[in-house]
């Protein structure tokens, strides 16, 4: 067997769920398996149909559009009759002394469909959550004894969050370039008053700039396993598109993006499926403001390999990506100039802004109830963000599909692309054309008999009933 034999054949075993090629977890037990395995089916049963003669596929596709219109032309008469007959009986046993209630009913009838919209686009959305698979499905994340190791923990929001986890009982791992800060946290963390935490704190110097740095991580794994991974580590920067050099557009991009990306990438294999990765970014993760080309650009670029990450693989693994907005911790006195030195010089905002204990409690409760993305801005950030979306249909695409991260496989065309991958393979082994066009010919005309017997079919069913 070739090396390309072993590969189709692995493909394949990963299709039917023998092997976890291409999926890390098995979902049999959810609802939406059935649904997905049924569609599945279907597909699968339509392709048979088109090997089949012409008459057959218009005999099928007009059969099932009978079925199908008549089905569905008998059952709207049916549910219509019922709505009547209720409405009448109803109607009927209604007297003297429900005027007053009738009467309020029509009063209040047309408010009615402002209450029913929202309330039903709400359930709707709850179910559809219930039948998609992810880490919502999960417990809540208990963060006793679990493994958590923090980038950037020796000031600000890295510095709450090491104590936050240190109170419920994790093992923190903290990380930074300041080893004295770190040394400082750790005591801290010993004495805290009323916790009781037999994990001893670690620290290690870290730059997510030196790639070194970033390998040596590895060794910090406890019992070969990071449970929550922190990217919190992070540089900010003050000028224009055009006066901003491309050296300090690289060195923001190297912490805020590269660096990130590293970690994740070298620790990924360490943390287990019921584990989290969080990502700390920013409101201007998600939209543009001026005087921020570099670290809106970085965060864009974080954001986005974090959302890809959940829709290529880490279909259980939390992914929770933090757009925050400005926090009272002095991030901003640290933010580089046009010429790469530090501003140092406090940012009105910032000094107004949310308070590093509050915003890491929000982010431990999103952590915990496995949520996937939180906006820890006030209102007026939240509708900028809503309003700057590009439309209502692209951000709902987006928000399902990618951020987050649930893409249903179709097992029926991974099938074909297997199977079609294997004629390409033969025939270019074989110095054959790799496509030949009465088969696409073939493919389109076998579905139009099938489709049109179906239209036919689903006519003549509406006018049976």
Not at 126 to 133: A, G, T
Not at 202 to 214: A, E, F, R
Request: hydrophobic share 40%.
């Amino acid at each position: 067997m070739t090396i390309i034999d072993e590969l189709l054949e692995k493909a394949e075993n990963a299709v039917n769920g023998k092997d976890k090629f291409l999926m890390r977890a098995n979902y049999s037990s959810h609802p939406s398996n059935y649904f997905s395995n049924t569609f599945g089916r279907a597909v699968i049963f339509i392709n048979s149909i088109q090997d089949k003669p012409i008459p057959i596929q218009i005999c099928i596709g007009s059969t099932a559009g009978w079925i199908t219109g008549y089905v569905f032309t008998k059952g709207s008469k049916i549910v219509a009759e019922l709505f009547t007959t209720i409405t009448n009986i109803i109607t009927s046993q209604m007297d003297q002394s429900c005027e007053r209630a009738t009467n309020l009913i029509t009063a209040i009838k047309p408010y009615i469909h402002y209450v029913v919209l929202p309330v039903g686009l709400y359930a709707a959305n709850r179910f559809f959550r219930f039948l998609i698979p992810g880490p919502h499905h999960r417990s809540k994340l208990d963060l006793r004894d679990r493994a958590v190791l923090i980038t950037g923990a020796s000031s600000g929001l890295g510095r709450e969050l090491a104590i936050c986890f240190y109170r419920r009982g994790a093992k923190v791992i903290l990380t930074a370039r300041s080893i004295d800060k770190l040394k400082e946290l750790c005591e801290e963390l010993k004495s805290l008053p009323g916790v009781i935490n037999s994990n001893e704190p670690v620290y290690k110097y870290l730059d997510i700039t030196d790639p070194n740095g970033v390998v040596e991580l590895v060794s910090f794994a406890i019992n070969q396993r990071i449970d929550v991974l922190i990217n919190n580590a992070g540089l900010s920067m003050r000028g224009s598109c055009k006066d901003t050099p491309m050296d300090v557009h690289r060195q923001v991009m190297e912490v805020n993006y590269f660096g990130h990306v590293a970690i994740t990438k070298a620790l990924l294999d360490y943390i287990p499926e019921d584990g989290a990765i969080v990502y700390i970014s920013s409101v201007q993760g998600r939209i543009a403001v001026p005087y921020r080309s570099s670290y809106s650009s970085s965060k864009h670029a974080a954001e986005a390999f974090f959302d890809c990450l959940r829709t290529e693989e880490r279909f259980k693994t939390q992914i929770l990506v933090v757009s925050a907005t400005y926090l009272n911790t002095g991030f901003g006195r640290r933010a580089l100039t046009t010429e790469g030195k530090p501003m140092d010089m406090d940012d009105l905002n910032q000094a107004n802004g949310l308070t590093p204990s509050y915003a890491a409690e929000c982010i431990i409760n999103a952590l915990i109830n496995r949520n996937t993305e939180l906006i820890l801005a006030p209102l007026s950030h939240r509708f900028a963000i809503f309003l700057l979306k590009t439309s209502l249909i692209r951000s709902g695409k987006f928000q399902f599909c990618n951020s987050r991260g649930y893409i249903k496989i179709n097992q029926s065309k991974l099938r074909r692309d297997i199977e079609q991958l294997r004629k390409n393979i033969t025939r270019v082994t074989s110095n054959r054309s790799s496509v030949a066009g009465d088969e696409v010919n073939d493919f389109l005309r076998n579905n139009a008999y099938l489709l049109g017997g179906y239209g036919a079919g689903f006519l003549l069913g509406y006018t049976f009933a």
